[in-house]
């Protein structure tokens, strides 16, 4: 029998529709960004607290992201990878439709939490999911396809969100949630879970992940890889207004438009580094590579004096392509760890990658305040890529590795059960299904 293309193993509905629920993710996350200022303005926010209220709310829509990370991760292993994604999707776009008839910034604020909370549990579990049907010698292609869609949505928020009215584009963010529900009838469930569901063994457990030190540094490996791609969205993107005051550009910046640039440079680097990945036989090797020419380009956009708006918008796509590894880091994570614990992983590791903007805005504000807006970020940015390296440093490479397998507790060393003998740490053991 002849095998099957490449692309006729990619193109199946699971892998679609992950995608596509991606596609909506971010058209939500980063719509309230886009439409802060009319939304809040429409709502009767003066100015004076238009900066706080807005704040405020984006920390909210992140509280919901790091609640909803751990919710959605334990329930993809306890309950299942299809599941998860019927609800959140269920859940982000019902928010999204009544952030849309809010009168009040209490009101916004307890949609964005909800939001955030069903946001959280889309790209994780769909990663999962397709990671866990693909051949793993295809596995990177498929990653990549569904992070390489999801990012457009940022472009079409914008777009939309330039033509209609803010409360229009949230009900059309729901809209397209909820018609992708009535796509998500046909997925299948992943074999590979549905074998372990069978089996009497722990599954979800989210501090099993600390169970010993070899576990948790493993784990916070799977974090650390992906905070540079923060650090570009979350500051560089957010910030570039002030950034290019600085810079005394020959026009004003406007955040919106280099977030859309950005993404469109994602789209085109997380296509790229999965097949990079593909071609290389490493998912290390690609990460480094993508991670020190983000470096080299933020020393550009911060300290070389373009002068012209449209070189800094050139290089918001440069960023967006170096950062672009985001599939990739998400799709190191779920081969980190067994099946039992997979989606526990492959979902509150990009959440608390999400969550590092708490740390690296208060850090950001206090750089600002001691060496200027310029070096201060470059200072941040020595940080965030810096962390980075050291978390690939002893990483396991992971391409083509068999994900059939579970993630086991360590069982107490004999110097742990026998008093007076030096203890020893706990070492995971992984066994075959």
């Given at each position: 029998m002849v095998q099957r293309s490449v692309l006729r193993q990619l193109i199946q509905i699971p892998v679609i529709v992950a995608a596509l629920g991606y596609f909506v993710d971010i058209y939500d996350l980063l719509l309230f960004s886009i439409v802060r200022v009319d939304s809040l303005k429409s709502l009767g926010v003066s100015e004076a607290n238009?900066?706080?209220?807005?704040?405020?709310?984006?920390?909210?829509?992140?509280?919901?992201?790091?609640?909803?990370?751990?919710?959605?991760?334990?329930?993809?292993?306890?309950?299942?990878?299809?599941?998860?994604?019927?609800?959140?999707?269920?859940?982000?776009?019902?928010?999204?439709?009544?952030?849309?008839?809010?009168?009040?910034?209490?009101?916004?604020?307890?949609?964005?939490?909800?939001?955030?909370?069903?946001?959280?549990?889309?790209?994780?579990?769909?990663?999962?999911?397709?990671?866990?049907?693909?051949?793993?010698?295809?596995?990177?292609?498929?990653?990549?396809?569904?992070?390489?869609?999801?990012?457009l949505g940022a472009v079409l928020a914008y777009i939309i969100a330039d033509h209609f009215d803010w409360r229009t584009a949230y009900f059309i963010g729901g809209g397209l949630g909820l018609l992708l529900?009535?796509?998500?009838?046909?997925?299948?469930?992943?074999?590979?879970?549905?074998?372990?569901?069978?089996?009497?063994?722990?599954?979800?457990?989210?501090?099993?992940?600390?169970?010993?030190?070899?576990?948790?540094?493993?784990?916070?490996?799977?974090?650390?890889?992906?905070?540079?791609?923060?650090?570009?969205?979350?500051?560089?993107?957010?910030?570039?207004?002030?950034?290019g005051k600085a810079l005394h550009l020959d026009a004003p910046i406007i955040a919106g438009k280099a977030v859309m640039w950005e993404y469109i440079g994602l789209v085109v680097g997380d296509i790229s580094s999965g097949i990079l990945s593909q071609y290389f036989g490493s998912r290390k090797k690609v990460v480094r590579l993508y991670v020190?020419?983000?470096?080299?380009?933020?020393?550009?956009?911060?300290?070389?004096?373009?002068?012209?708006?449209?070189?800094?918008?050139?290089?918001?796509?440069?960023?967006?392509?170096?950062?672009?590894?985001?599939?990739?880091?998400?799709?190191?994570?779920?081969?980190?760890?067994?099946?039992?614990?997979?989606?526990?992983?492959?979902?509150?590791?990009?959440?608390?990658?999400?969550?590092?903007?708490?740390i690296m805005t208060p850090l950001f504000l206090l750089f600002k305040e001691q060496y200027g807006i310029l070096l201060g970020t470059g200072l941040l940015s020595v940080l965030a890529i810096g962390v980075a390296l050291l978390g690939l440093w002893k990483m396991e490479e992971t391409f083509g590795k068999d994900l059939n397998y579970l993630e086991e507790k360590a069982k107490p060393s004999l110097a742990e059960e026998v008093p007076g003998t030096i203890l020893q740490t706990p070492v995971q053991t992984t066994v075959p299904e």
């Open positions: 238009m900066l706080s209220d807005g704040v405020f709310l984006i920390n909210t829509q992140m509280a919901g992201l790091l609640i909803g990370g751990i919710l959605w991760g334990i329930m993809g292993d306890k309950r299942g990878r299809i599941s998860v994604l019927f609800s959140s999707i269920l859940i982000y776009s019902l928010a999204n439709i009544a952030n849309g008839l809010v009168t009040s910034v209490n009101q916004y604020a307890v949609l964005r939490f909800i939001a955030g909370v069903g946001l959280a549990g889309e790209l994780g579990v769909g990663i999962t999911l397709v990671a866990e049907i693909l051949p793993k010698e295809i596995r990177g292609y498929g990653t990549s396809l569904v992070a390489g869609t999801g990012m529900l009535l796509m998500r009838v046909k997925v299948f469930e992943s074999g590979i879970f549905s074998k372990v569901k069978e089996k009497p063994v722990s599954r979800g457990d989210f501090f099993q992940l600390f169970s010993s030190g070899r576990q948790f540094f493993k784990y916070l490996r799977c974090v650390l890889i992906g905070v540079p791609v923060w650090l570009v969205a979350g500051i560089l993107m957010t910030f570039s207004p002030e950034i020190l020419t983000c470096a080299a380009l933020v020393a550009v956009y911060l300290f070389v004096p373009l002068h012209s708006t449209s070189l800094f918008y050139g290089l918001c796509v440069l960023l967006g392509i170096t950062a672009g590894y985001w599939a990739l880091f998400v799709t190191i994570a779920a081969e980190q760890f067994g099946t039992n614990l997979r989606a526990t992983v492959a979902t509150t590791v990009p959440n608390f990658v999400r969550g590092s903007i708490l």
